[in-house]
């Protein structure tokens, strides 16, 4: 298979009669199929290396390199999975496309339409293959930070479980869970319209610089003061007043843990602020925040579960 066909369809350039006789191709044979997986392997460690020596020009930008890393190997596992399915579909329905991050990483990935995308530790990005071409819609389970591509006839749709975001182009994070009843959406720059999940009726527009949130059908709206809890796409991880609960949420996803508070009496705590690095580790920010509210934690061997109680 020409390799200049395969970047193409890599790219999301690809008609939909390339795309059935790059299909067909991975079908004949196994051959075929190890063949199309290394040509994209090598297609995402590229295309993260080329962006990464870019960003070295840009001193507040974090090296990237590991994420692309990262994230080409969990697009790999999104390929993988659909070239093992039988029912290929030629026609206008276009394949679903899914990025998966696990927990304890963080990815970077740029779609069709130039959109870029950093994804946090357990999202899942969902897209067709021929994004871009007649719509942009993406399914998020997770949290995301979105650097959309200006395009004024086709505007760009975030679909998570509890609400929609609709923008044209623009810098925005949306943090949306599965099962967490929570929606929230910053916006850094330009204009978003946020959607029920389950119909169109606009609930509120937002501007530079304001926070809106739904917890539970609890709907908030404010300014933010800051963009430093933003800074986890940089590996910085800023809780400001943030109840204790909040933070040991974001600590299970960052570091791949699962943590057990032996005593309810010490989710209280409801203001908590920080400054920490990611590679500072779970067993520092801890310690930390124990300092102003006391408590002892011990991990267990295998290092993959904590438990906190009095001290």
Partial sequence: MNQELLYKYFKGAATIEEEKRIL????????????FLKERMMFDVALFSNRQDAKKKTV??????????RAAAVIMIGVCGYFMTNDYL?????????????????????????????LNAQSTLTYTSNFGRDERNVELDG?????????????????????NVRVVGTCFNVCAYKGSKEFETTLVEGIVDIYPANNNKVITRLQKDEFFAN???????????????LRWKEGLYCFDDVPFSGILDKLEKYYNVKITV??????????????FREQDGIE?????????HPFEFSINEEKDSITIYKK
């Avoid at 507040?60 to 890393?69: A, D, E, N, V, Y």
Wanted: proline letters at 5%; a negative charge; charged letters at 25%.
């Fill in 24 to 35: 067909n191709w991975v079908e004949a044979s196994e051959e075929n199929r190890e063949a």
């Fill in 90 to 118: 030629y026609n206008k329905l276009a394949q679903p496309q899914t990025v998966t991050v696990p927990a304890g990483q963080r990815a970077q990935i740029t779609l069709a339409d130039g959109t870029r995308v950093w």
């Fill in 262 to 275: 032996a005593d309810p009496e010490l989710l209280n705590y409801d203001s908590c602020t920080g400054k």
């Fill in 60 to 69: 507040h930008l974090t090296p990237i390199l590991k994420w692309g890393m």
């Fill in 284 to 292: 520092h920010i801890l310690r930390t925040i124990s300092k102003d």
């Fill in 215 to 229: 917890y539970d059908g609890k709907y908030k709206k404010t300014i933010l003061p800051s963009y430093e809890y």
């Fill in 143 to 163: 949290e995301a930070y979105f650097e959309v591509a200006k395009n004024k006839d086709i505007p760009f749709y975030i679909h998570t479980e509890m609400n």
